[in-house]
């Protein structure tokens, strides 16, 4: 019993130590700001490429069915 309490005690006392040190430093409104600034660019590019991808289909799709219109009309007249 007299060496268990040690032992418990030094393991507590360095589980207590390595967990203040695993501890995040505060941010400062620079680092905040940056970081805002970083996720905010990176969302706004993801919604950009969304869009433009959406355009770009939708163009495709448009294209395509403008291509079908003037092919049908184009076979279907008389020669």
């Keep these: 019993m007299k060496k268990t309490l040690p032992l418990l005690l030094g393991g507590f006392l360095m589980v207590l130590a390595n967990t203040g040190c695993m501890q995040d430093k ?9 970081k805002a600034d970083s996720m905010y660019n990176a969302r706004k590019g993801r919604v950009i490429d969304s869009m433009k991808n959406d355009c ?7 294209i395509q069915m403008k291509a079908d219109s003037i092919y049908n009309a184009e076979s279907t007249m008389p020669k």
């Design 26 to 34: 505060a941010m400062d409104d620079k680092d905040i700001n940056q």
């Design 56 to 62: 770009d289909s939708n163009m495709s799709a448009w």
